[in-house]
């Protein structure tokens, strides 16, 4: 007799999303509540001053790829993402599976960037236009272009999902491979050595490629958003 459940445990990657979402969340808004009480003649100090300059520097990098209208539409969503990749890709720092580590996961990221790259096409271009670029700039070519612009228009958001998931994997097989070389190579890692390895390690695939994986996610979604909205 089969056995009926009404819910499954949650895998390992979806309580690790869920405690990142939750921990971000509470933090973001911890620190707009305190930047409110800010005097705005005394200069920031501390944690503060950090997050104000975190913050001032994506919108100087970002903005110069979008106009001023486009970014202040789209800024918002583009800051909370790349912090949630860099914070997500991470938490195996403290013992967590990396959210992304999970394929369903990742491709959730397929779902929003799809949905804000046509937010972002229904806000700054007609249907006309959007119609019009899909069929191509010549007639009698459309029945080819057509199917092939619309592929397009879904393989560019999955690649970004699935490129997210497939980069992190990566990362852990070329650690457990650099590791198992070592082990191999000189016995035992042991003493010293042995923990200058693990940091090593975790500091180059955990720390570095998360961050990159993050900008690199960032500079994707702002140019798709951008020549989304071009007409």
Same mark, same amino acid.
């Given at each position: 007799?089969?056995?009926?459940?009404?819910?499954?445990?949650?895998?390992?990657?979806?309580?690790s999303t869920i405690?990142?979402?939750?921990?971000?969340?509470?933090?973001? /808004? @911890? %620190?707009?509540?305190?930047?409110? !009480?800010?005097?705005?003649? $005394? *200069?920031?100090?501390?944690? =503060?001053? +950090?997050?104000?300059?975190?913050?001032?520097?994506f919108n100087n990098f970002v903005s110069e790829y979008m106009e001023k209208d486009k970014f202040k539409f789209f800024g918002p969503y583009l800051f909370t993402i790349t912090i949630f990749l860099a914070t997500a890709n991470t938490i195996s720092l403290v013992g967590l599976t990396p959210p992304l580590s999970n394929l369903?996961?990742?491709?959730?990221?397929?779902?929003?960037?799809? /949905? @804000? %790259?046509?937010?972002?096409?229904? !806000?700054?271009?007609?249907? $006309? *236009?959007?119609?019009?670029? =899909?069929? +191509?700039?010549?007639?009698?070519?459309?029945?080819?272009?057509?199917?092939?612009?619309?592929?397009?228009?879904v393989s560019t958001p999955f690649t970004m999902g699935l490129r997210l998931f497939v980069n992190l994997l990566s990362g852990v097989v070329i650690a457990t491979m650099v590791y198992s070389i070592l082990t191999f190579s000189l016995g035992i890692l042991q003493g010293l050595f042995g923990i200058f390895a693990g940091v090593f390690l975790h500091v180059v695939f955990d720390i570095f490629f998360g961050l990159i994986q993050a900008f690199v996610f960032l500079m994707l979604s702002t140019i798709n958003i951008s020549l989304a909205t071009d007409s």
């Open positions: 007799m089969n056995d009926f459940t009404l819910f499954e445990p949650l895998s390992s990657a979806a309580r405690i990142v979402f939750v921990l971000l969340s509470v933090l973001l /808004i @911890v %620190i707009g509540m305190k930047i409110k !009480k800010l005097d705005p003649k $005394k *200069t920031p100090k501390g944690f =503060l001053f +950090g997050c104000i300059m975190l913050v001032d520097t369903a996961v990742a491709l959730a990221f397929t779902v929003i960037t799809f /949905i @804000v %790259i046509k937010i972002a096409e229904f !806000k700054y271009i007609s249907l $006309k *236009t959007k119609a019009k670029n =899909l069929m +191509g700039p010549v007639v009698f070519m459309s029945p080819i272009m057509l199917p092939i612009n619309l592929i397009g228009e």
